[in-house]
């Protein structure tokens, strides 16, 4: 068995927007503590996976900052898909290429831009995952227990028995859920927030592609063909143009009985917006997160980023302000979510310079 990492790092982290852009997007960027959090995903593989077998897949705009943010990854291993097409297809496209390598491939599939702490109960986690998606040939997501009734997580419901200690078969996978049902799924007692973070053999997620994604196959099929040629980037592109978007969760793991959960007791948070950051910072005595040069009076429960030149907030509550050298956002936490709202007009009426 040979263990590889494959990182998703194609991103644009819309709902950071002004501080993420198509160029430099919320991975790429310093959101809590002193790294990015690309380099932090790839810094917590450390002991656990070889730097040589760690893949990262992104795109044309962000693969140049991707190889200086992590010069340790050898620039063969940063793969620029040539459209994103949702999880599915980057999978594959990893799949098909650590199997050039190995025909005893395993891969770890993880995203760019997750936050995790206690690193050494993460590497256990996904070592207990690995052996056990190597000896039994199962699909393995990786289940965070919750710890409150999260709306802007994906949820997986597993059976009570055991298939072995922590790992459990998944009965069903749930969208992201109104509060009602988020807490209907904690009083259960049976369900994982959905981490996105993934462990199995190569042959057997190609197999699973062939099953129930049989274009998406026959596609990875004739670019597989041109692997290490010149011809590859073009046949890449041509199959690309022709593939659905769709993620590994509705194209795969939703349709196979063969899928199973590893449950994770690290801290884990997938930093989906703003408030998600307010969330984890750490407040001062009037509950407020202040980055910048930043004058505050009887303002509380806010989120304040203005590195680069004096800002006065006053007499408001629970507002995000985000301002950089272009643009100024500001919203109240509620709203969070809606950010992405902004690019959408941005990019509707062609304003290209603020994205």
Same mark, same amino acid.
């Given at each position: 068995?040979?263990?590889?990492?494959?990182?998703?790092?194609?991103?644009?982290?819309?709902?950071?927007?002004?501080?993420?852009?198509?160029?430099?997007?919320?991975?790429?960027?310093?959101?809590?503590?002193?790294?990015?959090?690309?380099?932090?995903?790839? @810094?917590?593989?450390?002991?656990?996976?070889?730097?040589?077998?760690?893949?990262?897949?992104?795109?044309?705009?962000?693969?140049?900052?991707?190889?200086?943010?992590?010069?340790?990854?050898?620039?063969?291993?940063?793969?620029?898909?040539?459209?994103?097409?949702?999880?599915?297809?980057?999978?594959?496209?990893?799949?098909?290429?650590?199997?050039?390598?190995?025909?005893?491939?395993?891969?770890?599939?993880?995203?760019?831009?997750?936050?995790?702490?206690?690193?050494?109960?993460?590497?256990?986690?996904?070592?207990?995952?690995?052996?056990?998606?190597?000896?039994?040939?199962?699909?393995?997501?990786?289940?965070?227990?919750?710890?409150?009734?999260?709306?802007?997580?994906?949820?997986?419901?597993?059976?009570?028995?055991?298939?072995?200690?922590?790992?459990?078969?998944?009965?069903?996978?749930?969208?992201?859920?109104?509060?009602?049902?988020?807490?209907?799924?904690?009083?259960?007692?049976?369900?994982?927030?959905?981490?996105?973070?993934?462990?199995?053999?190569?042959?057997?997620?190609?197999?699973?592609?062939?099953?129930?994604?049989?274009?998406?196959?026959?596609?990875?099929? %004739?670019?597989?063909?041109?692997?290490?040629?010149?011809?590859?980037?073009?046949?890449?592109?041509?199959?690309?143009?022709?593939?659905?978007?769709?993620?590994?969760? @509705?194209?795969?793991?939703?349709?196979?009985?063969?899928?199973?959960?590893?449950?994770?007791?690290?801290?884990?948070?997938?930093?989906?917006?703003?408030?998600?950051?307010?969330?984890?910072?750490?407040?001062?005595?009037?509950?407020?997160?202040?980055?910048?040069?930043?004058?505050?009076?009887?303002?509380?429960?806010?989120?304040?980023?203005?590195?680069?030149?004096?800002?006065?907030?006053?007499?408001?509550?629970?507002? =995000?302000?985000?301002?950089?050298?272009?643009?100024?956002? =500001?919203?109240?936490?509620?709203?969070?979510?809606?950010?992405?709202?902004?690019?959408?007009?941005?990019? %509707?009426?062609?304003?290209?310079?603020?994205?």
């Amino acid at each position: 068995m040979e263990i590889y990492a494959v990182i998703m790092a194609g991103g644009a982290g819309t709902r950071f927007w002004p501080r993420s852009k198509e160029k430099k997007p919320k991975q790429l960027i310093r959101i809590i503590g002193s790294n990015t959090m690309i380099q932090d995903t790839v @810094y917590r593989l450390k002991g656990l996976i070889d730097e040589e077998k760690i893949f990262i897949i992104t795109n044309k705009i962000q693969k140049l900052k991707i190889k200086e943010q992590l010069p340790q990854i050898n620039p063969k291993n940063i793969i620029d898909e040539p459209f994103g097409k949702n999880t599915a297809a980057c999978i594959g496209l990893a799949a098909i290429l650590l199997e050039s390598y190995s025909n005893d491939a395993l891969m770890v599939v993880l995203p760019a831009d997750h936050i995790i702490k206690d690193v050494d109960l993460f590497q256990s986690t996904i070592k207990l995952a690995v052996d056990f998606a190597y000896s039994t040939k199962k699909l393995i997501t990786i289940g965070i227990k919750p710890t409150r009734p999260e709306t802007g997580y994906g949820y997986i419901q597993f059976d009570d028995k055991q298939l072995s200690q922590n790992i459990h078969k998944v009965l069903t996978f749930a969208e992201k859920p109104n509060f009602a049902t988020a807490r209907r799924f904690i009083e259960s007692g049976d369900f994982l927030w959905n981490s996105g973070m993934f462990v199995w053999r190569v042959d057997v997620i190609l197999n699973e592609i062939k099953t129930y994604m049989p274009d998406l196959y026959d596609g990875l099929q %004739m670019v597989k063909n041109y692997i290490g040629t010149h011809e590859f980037e073009k046949v890449l592109t041509q199959v690309y143009g022709q593939l659905k978007n769709i993620s590994i969760d @509705y194209g795969i793991l939703e349709k196979s009985d063969n899928v199973a959960v590893v449950k994770g007791d690290f801290y884990w948070n997938d930093v989906g917006s703003w408030e998600a950051v307010y969330e984890i910072s750490e407040k001062n005595e009037d509950g407020n997160v202040i980055v910048g040069d930043v004058y505050t009076a009887r303002t509380y429960g806010s989120y304040i980023f203005s590195p680069r030149k004096f800002t006065a907030v006053i007499g408001v509550e629970n507002l =995000i302000v985000i301002d950089t050298t272009d643009a100024l956002l =500001i919203c109240h936490r509620n709203n969070a979510q809606e950010v992405r709202e902004v690019v959408d007009y941005l990019k %509707m009426n062609k304003r290209t310079e603020l994205l």
